[in-house]
């Protein structure tokens, strides 16, 4: 729990406004005492800066001081869980938006971790009728509830959400300017946070079989213009895969309108990979490289053309060692081909992040020791 604390302090430094000397000393204040030690007077120092932010209204900054407390009061007491997710709520409700849903999506950043420290004791607990606000009594429906609620609840207020450029107000980032341009909005990241948690199926439990979602549409592979526009029956908008395919709709939809190929296509590959994980039918390799071949030719003349020929690549790549039964490689020519297209990223488009991975996987490429030729 510790580790998400620190995640969330680092994603919560996104949305700082440029400081004033009074909290630049104090932090430097507090980041000196943490390190020798001092946490219960860190901590004091920060219940100032927390006091402080209110009056001012100065919501960043009281969100990163909530977000220390929390680190140092989970340092000196056992049981923290309860405190942190009681002062969390009160912190929800007296804020307003865009850091409202901020705030949310690590409330529900916050619970998810939980889940994950205590899945088996959770599992173990009775269903109760009418939960109180004890974590340690929720049982993991309750729990999973509460997760959702928070995650949908965070992404309220598109349009807020999505008219502030995490550019405008960044100071610090955790991202590098390469992930900011691929998220340029609040929306974008909070999107990406809820994203994690419903593409992963193992957060949740068996659905009922009329309620799944069956994965075999050819149309999740298809362009923006033709994905954003499928249906999903009623029966089965409840399952969380459906709820990621849906927010990837949102994000194609929201980058097609304002223009932006860069984060368009980077939607566009998440969701590509996301389909591709859970398509039922046997031809979904050739249904994901036909996509990623047409969306290269629709990019060709932009930078971003880079990261889908990477993207290429990389699928080449890690599938090149695929065997049969009798030990024979079953596409002896994957890694050839993830070669050209790392070389084709790292000769055509030389000063960007992606060529600097395309070279790294071509390195690999190398040392890998297959019957297959290489060129070099």
């Known amino acids: ?19 004033t000397s009074d909290f630049d000393k104090k932090w430097i204040l507090i980041d000196s005492l943490e390190i020798n030690g001092q946490v219960e007077t860190a901590d004091k120092v920060v219940s100032e800066i927390i006091k402080s932010a209110f009056r001012k209204k100065d919501y960043p900054q009281l969100i990163k001081a909530k977000i220390y407390h929390y680190k140092f009061y989970q340092i000196n007491h056992e049981n923290s869980n309860q405190y942190i997710l009681q002062d969390l709520n009160q912190l929800i409700s007296r804020i307003p938006g865009p850091y409202q849903n901020l705030a949310l999506s690590y409330k529900a950043g916050f619970l998810y971790q939980y889940f994950q420290d205590n899945r088996w004791t959770i599992k173990q607990r009775q269903e109760i009728s009418n939960p109180d606000e004890n974590i340690e009594t929720w049982s993991i429906n309750t729990l ?22 995490v550019g405008d107000i960044a100071e610090l980032l955790d991202e590098t300017p390469l992930n900011r341009k ?16 419903y593409s992963n199926s ?13 994965f075999d549409n050819q149309q999740l592979y298809a362009t923006t213009q033709s994905f954003v526009e499928l249906k999903f ?5 409840g399952p969380p ?13 929201l980058h097609s309108e304002d223009k932006n190929p860069e984060a368009k296509v980077f939607a566009q590959l998440n969701r590509l990979d996301y389909v591709n994980t859970y398509y039922s039918e046997n031809v979904k390799w050739e249904h994901y490289t036909t996509a990623l071949d047409k969306l290269s030719e629709e990019y060709k003349t932009e930078t971003i053309n880079a990261l889908i020929l990477y993207t290429l690549a990389e699928s080449f790549y890690n599938r090149a060692g695929e065997i049969d039964e009798n030990g024979k490689l079953l596409h002896p020519d994957f890694l050839i081909k993830a070669f050209t297209l790392s070389e084709e990223v790292s000769i055509k488009y030389p000063n960007t992040d992606t060529a600097q ?8 490429i190398k040392q890998v020791q297959l019957d297959a030729k290489i060129p070099t």
């Open 1 to 19: 729990m510790k580790k998400l604390l620190l995640t969330l302090f680092l994603l919560i430094s996104a949305f700082s406004f440029s400081q």
């Open 144 to 165: 999973q509830d509460s997760i959702k609620s928070s995650y949908n609840k965070s992404l309220e207020n598109e349009k807020k959400l999505i008219s502030l450029p």
């Open 182 to 197: 691929y998220r340029p909005t609040l929306f974008d990241l909070l999107a990406q946070r809820a994203l994690e948690y």
């Open 202 to 214: 193992g957060n949740f439990g068996e659905v009922k079989p009329d309620q799944e979602y069956p």
């Open 233 to 237: 029956p009623a029966e089965v908008l």
């Open 241 to 253: 895969e459906v709820k990621a395919l849906k927010l990837y709709q949102k994000l194609e939809t």
């Open 357 to 364: 991975q395309a070279l790294r996987l071509i390195r690999s």
